[in-house]
């Protein structure tokens, strides 16, 4: 029992470092800010999307003993890898690893170097990046173990010096629908994308602490992930409440990466936010070197080698660069219609394998996925080009973001009822993952 015990906090704290990217810390006090006294739904629906979402992944793909291939090979293999391509390249070099560059350097370097060009610290940090990948070191992996901790410290310090001295009043900012706007925030992390593309590592490490039953590798996973989800709500949730002090002392068009640098500098003092600055930095860092090995792999896998692992990583390093020289509100900008693509058919998969035999056939599982898909599309188009799909705007939910969900959930129901049940699961044989090396 006491193994147990000890194996779910290892493992919870490794989910933890998995999901707590440094660049995911500039949504929660941005959210808090905006939404004042009415931070409470604005919490609620951010851990949902933030937090919830990417545990339920791991827990799925636990389920099934596997990685997202396995889940949208339900719907097909073509699909499986079409979408696995465009999951990797959004939590990959579009989307994720130029955040944490930019973020490194509006967090990191501006504020204490501000006459250093932004497109020269780009190159040295992917630099730095692509030497590390292309020469593996376990001394990334030991600046990564010590970061985590060192950072989430330096967070705990902060937000129980802002619960305790608050650095401003909380106030009434007339936030309306917090809940449904946090949620799409939370897509934000993107952290419910790559738990489906990573969770194989957490079974992996539950598998080698000895739990080799199907029953025994769920438990220890859901022990772990609460472990996890602890750490990460505490963080989420203090942060955000920080955030709603201070409503009104910085105008509401301030940037999220300023927002932090001047939120940590009214609680800790100047050197207290030049410390966080660097401990995030590094953090980006690690995340960015591991994300790019990843796809690396990952593009090596799906090629069958035709395109190496070195060509894929410099070539994933030369377009992260190139997104990186915009800052890091315009790349937030940018993965809003992509997540809004993305995310629905992520969720609708967590969910559909959490269900189990409960759903009777693979048709089931295409139906409603490719519903979720053209619903998804639609309404993102809808979104950038105002009103030019009018019916969309007549869906349950369409204002708040979830046009999607009443379609697929309708299509689920029907489908599920009127399908003769076959084909439920996968082979536990089938070939290997293209996620894994």
Known sequence: MKD?????????????????????????????????????????????TGVGLPLLGVIACAKINGTYDKMANRVGKKFAIITGIALILVIGPLLAIPRTAATT?????????????????????FAIALAFVLKPSSIIDNIGKILTPTLLLMLAIIIFKGIIDPIGPIVNTSYKGGFSKALIEGYQTMDAMASVI????????????????????????????????????????????????????????ITRTNLVTELVKLDLGSVGAVLLSLCVSLACLTTAIG???????????????????????????????????????????LAGPVLQILYPIIIVQIFITLLGDKVKSNKVVAITTYTTLIISILDTINGIYANSIG??????????????????????????????????????DESTSIFER
Not at 394 to 404: E, K, Q
């Open 4 to 48: 147990s015990t000890k194996h779910s906090v290892v493992i919870g704290f490794a989910l933890f470092a998995m999901f707590f990217g440094a660049g995911n810390l500039v949504f929660p006090p941005f959210l808090g800010k905006t939404a004042g006294s009415a931070f409470f739904a604005s919490i609620i629906g951010f851990l949902i």
């Open 105 to 125: 350097f509006e967090l990191g370097i501006h504020p204490i170097f501000p006459s250093v060009p932004q497109n020269i610290v780009v190159i040295l940090y």
């Open 198 to 253: 990573f969770a194989g590592i957490i079974i992996s490490s539950v598998k080698a602490k000895g739990y080799e039953n199907a029953n025994d590798i769920m438990k220890m996973t859901i022990k772990s992930a609460i472990v996890a989800v602890a750490g990460l709500t505490f963080v989420y949730a203090g942060l955000m409440y920080l955030g709603t002090q201070t409503s009104t002392l910085f105008p509401a068009n």
């Open 291 to 333: 994300l790019l090995a990843s796809g690396a792999n990952f593009f090596a896998n799906l090629s069958k080698n035709k395109v190496s692992y070195k060509t894929a990583a410099v070539i994933m390093v030369a377009v992260s660069g190139l997104i990186a020289t915009n800052n890091v509100d315009s790349i937030i900008t």
């Open 391 to 428: 019916f969309i705007n007549f869906i349950p939910l369409a204002g708040a973001g979830f046009s999607w969900l009443i379609p697929a959930s309708l299509a689920f129901v029907i489908s599920n009822i009127s399908i003769k049940p076959k084909e439920y699961a996968l082979n536990e």
